[in-house]
């Protein structure tokens, strides 16, 4: 015997997947900081509100707010407020680099 099985998995749609530490809770619901450059080319922080589709691993899927390709800010995102001018920070070097030793030099 067989049986035929029937799942509504609603509407498809695309996410972004956006780093968990991006993602800020509010008294006004989820919402991020979209990092873009403003009329004078300076970078500034825009906070965008944002619906959540779920999570995977650490990372958030976004329904709705963020596009593909847009840059978030993640470390210091709790600092931020909307439309404060930001500077993006140098990658920290992974600590497998920086136990790495270095080549010595001798003087002769």
Excluded: Y
Excluded at 22 to 33: E, M, Q, Y
Excluded at 60 to 69: E, T
């Amino acid at each position: 015997s067989s049986v035929r099985v029937s799942v509504s998995v609603g509407a498809s749609g695309s996410v972004v997947a956006i780093p968990a530490s991006a993602l800020r809770k509010g008294p006004t619901g989820d919402h991020v900081f979209v990092l873009a450059t403003d009329a004078n080319n300076a970078l500034r922080a825009q906070l965008r509100p944002v619906r959540v589709a779920g999570a995977v691993g650490d990372e958030v899927l976004v329904a709705q707010g963020v596009a593909a390709g847009e840059q978030v800010a993640t470390s210091g995102s709790f600092k931020l407020r909307d439309a404060a001018l930001v500077a993006v920070a140098a990658p920290v070097a992974k600590a497998a680099d920086a136990a790495a030793p270095k080549p010595s030099t001798s003087g002769s």
